[in-house]
């Protein structure tokens, strides 16, 4: 059947992993920035060549003034893992509980039961897939945190060695007073 | 609702195609509501052929061209400075799909919802709507259905698991008398870089025939609508569900 309409999609170029700037324009775009908050200079030429722009940016500048400060926290609240820890463990927990139990009885009736149906199969395959992303989920704080005192230890040992090198050069070089005498 | 793109690093983008053309005259009464929304800073960029986009602080970019109001989210990485030592950066928090795509909606609704019920607005509607997910997936830990689908593409090299794809294929999935349902599946992968891992995109789209009806009255519940079947579908994929007739 052909469309009545485009087919066309709307993933930039950017996104399918072909070259892009830091804003994730693709290399052949050009763009002119027009205002900024947080960056104060905006020519008066880039302004003019859109009609209507000036009210435009008035607009976005009188909004943004004196808001930014709380934006950024609201930003952060979002992305900090203490603000969605607790309930999200809670839900992740429930949710183990409730896929394992299904698992389970899929697997039973896999042995048991005179095999799975192809619809079973795939699912006993997803199911043990999440499960299995869960539990890494699950594991990564602690992961984290081991790499971490890792990283220490090593630093820590470093550092001893570098202080016993010291010691032993400072030991066989003779000291001022034991020189005079 | 549980959905595999919560398990791994998946990014929303919402495309709405609108008819006719969206005017600049618009783009004030357009910006207020996402302005109020998100009291953030906004860098706002003027592109070739008219194109607009306002970057907001929360990783959330909208971007109006001639014909389309897309909002796309994309994890950005900031530097952390202390003094004598060098920038480092700062890896933000993944974040569940669908949380990201809850927000994506809400300001894609904000955004046309004022551009419906703008003065010219009665002239505006609405020609397609697109929800996407763009995920990075580790090519050796592949959802089961994603696995399926590129052994099924290396099925006629036998045995054999393909080198390289960089594949879209699109594929139209339902249809009444009022629109038709179609998903472009992208598929980027090459075994020659394996740090790039496999970049799936899924993006589906409901395309009115040739618009929809009463948009200023039925564009929210559209966009609901067209939210459930996107993630239905998704999640469909992921499960393999395409591919029930040939599991073992």
Not at chain 2, 144 to 161: I, K, S
């Amino acid at each position: 059947m052909t469309l009545p309409i485009s087919t066309a999609t709307w993933v930039l170029p950017a996104d399918t992993g072909a070259s892009t700037d830091d804003r994730g324009h693709s290399a052949s775009s050009e763009w002119v920035r027009l205002r900024s908050a947080s960056s104060s200079g905006t020519t008066p030429d880039d302004l003019a060549s859109v009609e209507s722009i000036g009210s435009l940016s008035g607009q976005v500048s009188k909004g943004l003034r004196g808001s930014s400060d709380r934006a950024r926290c609201e930003n952060d609240a979002q992305t900090t893992s203490w603000y969605r820890s607790a309930p999200e463990a809670s839900n992740r927990e429930a949710l183990s509980s409730t896929l394992e139990a299904e698992r389970n009885r899929l697997v039973q009736r896999k042995y048991d039961g005179g095999g799975l149906t192809p619809r079973e199969t795939n699912r006993l395959r997803y199911l043990e897939w999440t499960l299995d992303q869960l539990e890494a989920s699950d594991y990564e704080p602690s992961l984290e945190r081991l790499a971490n005192l890792a990283h220490t230890i090593r630093e820590f040992k470093a550092s001893i060695s570098e202080l016993t090198t010291d010691l032993r050069r400072a030991a066989e070089r003779p000291s001022r007073s034991r020189r005079q005498k | 609702m549980e959905n595999w793109l919560d398990r791994v690093v998946a990014r929303p983008l919402i495309g709405i195609q609108t008819l006719p053309d969206v005017t600049r005259s618009m783009l004030v009464q357009v910006l207020s509501p996402v302005l109020t929304q998100h009291h953030g800073n906004v860098d706002v960029s003027l592109g070739l052929a008219g194109i607009v986009e306002f970057k907001l602080v929360n990783g959330f970019t909208l971007r109006l061209t001639p014909t389309d109001v897309i909002v796309q989210f994309d994890y950005k990485t900031t530097w952390e400075s202390s003094a004598g030592k060098l920038k480092t950066p700062v890896v933000p928090e993944v974040r569940p799909y669908t949380e990201l795509l809850t927000q994506a909606l809400s300001i894609t609704s904000a955004v046309v919802g004022a551009m419906l019920a703008s003065s010219g607005g009665s002239q505006t509607s609405v020609a397609r709507v697109g929800i996407v997910a763009i995920a990075d997936l580790d090519p050796d830990n592949l959802v089961p259905g994603v696995d399926l689908l590129t052994t099924h593409l290396g099925a006629p090299w036998r045995q054999r698991r393909l080198a390289a794809a960089n594949a879209t294929l699109l594929a139209n999935l339902d249809e009444d008398n009022e629109h038709v349902e179609r998903c472009h599946h992208g598929l980027v992968f090459d075994q020659a870089q394996p740090e790039n891992g496999l970049k799936l995109t899924l993006d589906w789209q409901r395309a009115y025939l040739p618009t929809l009806p009463e948009p200023r009255k039925r564009f929210q519940g559209e966009l609901d609508a067209c939210r459930d079947r996107a993630l239905a579908y998704f999640q469909k994929i992921g499960e393999g569900e395409l591919f029930d007739d040939a599991a073992d």
